[in-house]
Nanobody, 129 residues
């Protein structure tokens, strides 16, 4: 069992920055991938970014590439999402998630929801224009 708790959301002006955090606890040794997803009102939950816990390899959605950075602390028990140059379309509930499927080779890990087992409750990010 893994427990995830997000923090750091809030209201920010367009062009501003925010850093989201996700505290990870429980059976963390089984975690292979850690990710951020987001869900805007009336839309499907979508992949934002992920990091592989073993080698820190990262992957981003095209919509956030160059503006968002995913990282972990030295213990790898805190996940971050540094968001810069925020746009109103970034407004959403942001979730962190972990996956433990080690069937994949190299630095590939799926970006679909079903590949991630544990989820936090979400933190709201609102970007005003």
């Amino acid at each position: 069992q893994v427990h995830l708790e997000e923090s750091g959301g809030g209201l920010v002006d367009a062009g501003g920055s925010l850093r989201l955090s996700c505290a990870v606890s429980g059976h963390t040794l089984d975690i292979y991938a850690m990710a951020w997803f987001r869900q805007a009102p009336g839309k499907e939950r979508e992949f934002v970014a992920r990091i592989l816990r073993d080698n820190a390899n990262t992957h981003y959605a095209e919509s956030v590439k160059g503006r968002f950075t995913i990282s972990t602390d030295n213990t790898k028990d805190t996940l971050y999402l540094q968001m810069s140059s925020l746009k109103p379309r970034d407004t959403a509930l942001y979730y962190c998630a972990t996956g433990s499927d080690r069937r994949y080779v190299g630095n590939y890990y799926p970006t679909i929801r079903s590949a991630y087992t544990y989820w936090g409750q979400g933190t709201q990010v609102t970007v005003s224009s």
